[in-house]
């Protein structure tokens, strides 16, 4: 998996459902036991949500297990907590899958300007970008999901794969060093900044 394949994959739609709808109850869980998780969540803003899956993120050794967490999160971003807005989202996703960029990238400015705090409408907008080769834009896009989410590791990977591809080696090893540091046990995340790091010391020879 390439350094675009973290991009893009931070992008995929995660379908609504999975997104939004409250859990059901499990075959033999009983309804007092459903009820108790129901009420405890109810008391978790997404925010916090978030801390605790990116510190659970961070001390995780297990890269398999690291890789289930890393899909919570994705899950949360992919949560805007409008039903309009996810609605926007899913437009653009088939949109882009049919290579109609043109029309996703309309869903996306809307859902942009109508959430302007929503890091997901960003990210897609920064993959649409780099898809369609604007990578100035994409780069612009990429900054203002960091800003509203320094963490957000896609588009950390994202940073990088454009500041590589334009030969900015040293800075496309700090986008890595900082991916790393929210998502340590990525293991294509660790060989980019080694194939780098390798680079950079030949360069230097």
């Keep these: 998996m390439t350094a675009m394949r973290f991009f893009m994959l931070s992008a995929l739609y995660l379908p609504l459902a999975l997104a939004v709808a409250a ?20 008391f978790n803003t997404q925010a916090q949500r978030l801390d605790k899956l990116f510190g659970e993120l961070k001390r995780e050794a297990d890269p398999d297990a ?4 890393a899909n919570q999160i994705r899950r949360e971003w992919q949560d805007s907590g409008s039903a309009s807005i996810n609605l926007l989202i899913q437009w653009a996703d088939k949109a882009m899958g049919e290579d109609k960029n043109a029309a996703a ?15 997901e409408g960003w990210n897609r907008r920064a993959t649409l970008h780099f898809k369609m080769g604007n990578y100035r834009k994409s780069m612009s896009d990429i900054n203002q999901v960091l800003k509203i989410e320094p963490r957000h590791f896609g588009a950390l990977a994202g940073m990088a794969a454009i ?16 991916f790393l540091d929210v998502y340590p046990t990525e293991r294509q995340a660790q060989k980019e900044m080694g194939d780098l790091a390798e680079k950079l010391t030949g360069q230097r020879t």
């Design 23 to 42: 859990p059901s109850v499990a075959i033999g869980q009983t309804a007092d036991k459903a009820s108790l998780d129901t009420s405890s969540s109810a």
């Design 163 to 178: 500041l590589a591809q334009s030969g900015r080696d040293e800075l496309a090893m700090k986008a890595w060093e900082r």
């Design 105 to 119: 990238l309309d869903f996306l400015d809307e859902a942009i300007r109508l959430r302007p705090d929503y890091v």
């Design 66 to 69: 690291a890789t289930g967490i």
